[in-house]
């Protein structure tokens, strides 16, 4: 039997709740985990039982059911968003969301003329960020972690 | 009557002003992922304090109405409900935008959202008494069962399966279970210090419904073939009442099911959409285009969530206990303002209660107004490129994490289960079930918990959780739910066996 798509899903949602039951099971005070250990069981019935209705049904187009991941077009995005996540406390908010909106925007941008691919990103992101603080900072007096800049 | 006795006194400028800026500042708000009516009105407390209580009232109630509807645009626009609330909306408001009826779902949500919230708004005024003792029957057996109903929904909500739904269902709701225990304050799961504040649910919506949208904008977003604006149509309002009026199933259950869960204390109003958009979904004759862009599915979503403010605030306003997250922020800026709710407060306050509850009625039809003139200006998010839209909603979707509890942690928690969610999205499973798992785990939870330790005084915990009329009732609607999906699922199982032999004899 072939291991494709949606059964190696169904493995994987299995391997995943007997994770979690396991986690549950072998606390200290299994009193304070009665709830969560009774999903993770829910979890592993309903894992065997798609296991088993992929495993039936031979010759479903699996492809109806699991997507690709683009990782080659994806995997910048990504790192920017794993970079944002840490300069965030550290560079400022409103300073690291201005630098990912340019980033991000730039990155992804189709190749064009030097001038325009830099100046519109640059220009939209102050005029966006503007908007954030005005709304954040200026009406709802939400603090933001100022960082080294702002 | 005493709600036409006062309804001269709401006809002030000062009051239309706060009423008109609380309808279009809410719109914007609930617009806005993140910004919660909860959170909203939570934040606009302040400005009442030195307001006389009628005006501050007016201003907290306008926000709460046009919040509520205000979720639906980014729902439908950019696939990011504004708030729990709005979570059924996605899945036909946006798909129906996609396949360029953007206006119409506009139209219709606000539409929607005018009739449920007058016939709630109406309900909070002649049955006030009545359906006080109504809200006061459900204890923690009840609220355990009404939590499980929900739960019984997922398996249709958006997943490609059954299983697959209820397993992220379950997925969500242990999730909720990271944190502290309810009764014990024993910590669970926590794997890493972020976490020990459990799952905040706005981190969890924004995560999980926002930055899978980002990836999935960010792959096609350099290919300039690839091009997918949502279509925003010319549409007169009136074909559009038409259309709502048509659907009159669709609006009624929507109705009927928001009214009711808004009755519920604690049950919150996060739920009446997800439940309605159920339930039209299986009495429907054309159930099988929910999902793929049927106005039904906005119509009973979007009419739901806005019945539920008016009753929301029947427990609150007679028996000071609040029916919704929201109703629990009102009481606050109540209790600020020197009142306490009560059957006094219709005596000795009868003026500020009457005008409050007036004001309500007029903030919904100012909802419906700015609601369709803002549905025009939505072209403008359409235009977006892609690369913008991404960069755009990373931003927002920190930003409005962050502002919830002023926690960084939110924001980590957010990003992680958010790319998590995309990689779950590849492989066949929905947000919107583990989002509702998310909010049903704790409610259930903590009621099964209580429910335990009550009945161990009691009779048992079986003739606790199984006897009752009440108990009885919700756990036949659960039974209901479960038998129909099944159905469902096999009777459209069935359908796709015949199209493909049909396929297979056809040369």
Known sequence: MKLTGPRLTAVGALILAVLLYLAGRTATMPRAYLFPNILALAMIGLAVYTLVSEWVRLGTPAATLVGQVPWGTLAPALIILGGYVYLLPRLGFYTTSLALFIILVLVYSPPRRLASRFLLPIALGLIFMLVIYGLFAVLLHVLAPAGLFM | MPFLEYFPHLFTWWNMALLIGGTIGGLILGATPGLSPTMSVALLIPFTF??????????????????????????????????????????????????????????????????????????????????????????????????????????????????????????????????????????????????AGGINIIAALIGLFAIPEVLSLLETARDPTAIETLGMERRSVWSSFGGCLRRVRALSIGTVVGCVVGLIPGAGGQISGLVAYDQARKLSPYSDNFGKGEPAGVIASESANNAMVGPSLVPLLTLSVPGSPTAAVLLGGLLIQGLFPGPQLFTQHAEVAWVFIDSLLVAQLLMLVFGLYISGLSRVVTRIPKRYMAAAVTVLAVFGTYSVENSFADVTVMMALGVGMYLFQKAGFSAAPMVLGIILGPIAERNFLQGRMIAQSGNGTLAYFFTGSLNLILIGLCLISIGYSIYGELRSLRRRKQQRQQQESSP
């Open chain 2, 50 to 195: 030195s307001m006389q209580p009628a005006s501050g009232l007016i201003l907290l109630g306008a926000v709460y109405t046009a919040t509520v509807a205000g979720g639906a645009v980014s729902a439908i626009l950019i696939n990011i409900p504004g708030a729990p609330a709005n979570i059924a909306t996605v899945f036909d408001g946006h798909r129906m935008a996609r396949n360029g009826r953007a206006t119409e779902a506009l139209h219709y949500c606000f539409i929607a959202s005018f009739v449920g919230g007058v016939v709630g708004v109406l309900l909070l005024i002649f049955f006030t008494p009545v359906l006080a003792e109504f809200a006061l029957k459900f204890g923690p057996s009840e609220l355990f069962w009404v939590a499980i109903l929900g739960i019984t929904v997922i398996g249709s909500l958006g997943a490609q399966s059954t299983a697959r739904g209820l397993f992220a269902g379950a997925f969500g709701a242990w999730l909720s279970t990271i944190g502290y225990n309810p009764v014990l304050g024993v910590p669970r799961f926590v794997f890493v210090p972020q976490l």
